[in-house]
């Protein structure tokens, strides 16, 4: 995006120096990266950075007022309430796609929202790999706010562990060996020392968690939760008994499960900004409109792109049985904005805040990226293809 960084970029690549890069990044947990790694960073001048942090800062301004709990309340399913709903979001992303207006000019545009901690683990370690290999100009960061890797890891430990003993924090999933976001359970537990735990391993006597480690009962008095609500339900079945998440437990959560419905999809209609998309329940639409090409389905409660509908008809819409459960929004228009030696490359990225205890708003921490070729963006929807995958922005500072 920025021309002479770009051009400088990619006249220094290499498949070598890729290659190396990608055996460093793989070494410490072999095995565990389970998704395509880009040839290339992001570079992101001050200006655009700007569009998006305002953007961000607008959606805060909303989380933060008197009406968004009401706002909110149908967000969260009724059997999926979890009681002792703390007063903040601990880990708040943002989504936004890059695009063209018709001026050529790149814009940004809000994707989704994610009231749930993503990579954060990972993106202290990964762009660490990437400047050995490749050059970052002078003057850009991912990290924000004046933080370099010592601060961003003081900063999650402060929030996932606080007052606790490491061990007596856990981060919580489903079967975390097998997920495809186990780099970046590895990653946090290298820097902070908690432990990934599946559900499954969880114990209740009472209102209070246990877990066994090395034949030793260790009482859990905090949850860096991160299992999605609809994965679980999707193989409940299959665990077995399981620790009830909706019941009265004695744990803290960090973020509190509630947040995952409530800074979401489920958000946009209530927002307008210029670089928000226009979005509708699609309950409360008073008519379909006539240019559907221009809009895209998405059904509330699901993860990662599953079930939206890009090529929209009126069928479509007609033939949905819950309208009260999915948003119609205006498609974004990704630009092929990133110059590759092959066609050029869609690119989306996603801010990362983290929200401590006391604190008035979040802090905006660091940032990931997703480079496409392919209708959608995502790691699943770009098969044989180079140049993209994960990635990172560096913001101009």
Not at 248 to 260: A, C, I, M, R
Request: hydrophobic share 40%.
């Amino acid at each position: 995006m920025i021309k002479w960084i770009r051009e400088e970029f990619n006249a220094s690549f290499s498949r070598e120096k890729y290659e190396n890069f990608l055996k460093e990044l793989n070494s410490a947990h072999p095995g565990a990266i389970d998704f395509r790694i880009a040839e290339t960073p992001i570079f992101i001048d001050r200006k655009f950075g700007q569009q998006m942090m305002d953007t961000c800062e607008y959606i805060i301004d909303f989380i933060k007022s008197p009406d968004f709990d009401a706002c909110t309340a149908r967000s969260i399913p009724p059997s999926e309430v979890v009681p002792h709903q703390n007063d903040i979001c601990h880990f708040i992303s943002f989504d936004f796609g890059i695009c063209e207006n018709h001026e050529g000019l790149f814009f940004p545009a809000l994707i989704e929202m994610q009231g749930f901690p993503t990579l954060f683990g990972m993106q202290a370690f990964y762009p660490e790999i990437l400047e050995r290999h490749f050059t970052i100009p002078d003057g850009f960061s991912h990290y924000f706010n004046e933080l370099d890797k010592p601060g961003y890891i003081a900063l999650l430990r402060r929030v996932i562990i606080g007052e606790h003993k490491p061990e007596e924090v856990i981060l919580l999933e489903i079967k975390p060996e097998t997920q495809k976001t186990r780099i970046d359970f590895f990653c946090t537990s290298d820097y902070l020392g908690i432990r990934p735990v599946c559900i499954t391993d969880l114990k209740q006597e009472g209102r209070e968690i246990y877990y066994i480690h090395n034949g030793i009962k260790t009482r859990v008095k905090r949850m860096y939760n991160r299992i999605i609500a609809d994965e679980l339900n999707a193989v409940k079945n299959e665990l077995g008994p399981i620790i009830d998440m909706t019941s009265d437990l004695d744990v803290e959560w960090v973020p509190h499960p509630n947040w995952f419905y409530r800074i979401s999809k489920f958000t946009l209609p209530f927002l307008n900004h210029p670089f928000i998309p226009t979005t509708f329940f699609l309950n409360e639409l008073k008519s379909i409109p006539a240019d559907l090409e221009n809009y895209v389905l998405k059904p509330l409660f699901s993860f990662a792109g599953q079930g939206v509908v890009i090529d929209l008809t009126r069928a479509h819409i007609e033939g949905i049985a819950d309208p009260e459960n999915w948003i119609l929004q205006r498609k974004v228009n990704y630009a092929p904005c990133i110059s590759t030696p092959e066609e050029p490359a869609k690119a989306e990225v996603r801010l990362m805040y983290i929200w401590e205890n006391g604190k008035e708003r979040p802090t905006l921490a660091t940032n990931l990226a997703r480079l496409s070729k392919g209708k959608m963006i995502g790691v699943r929807y770009n098969k044989d293809k180079d140049w993209v995958g994960g990635s990172v922005a560096y913001f101009e500072q």
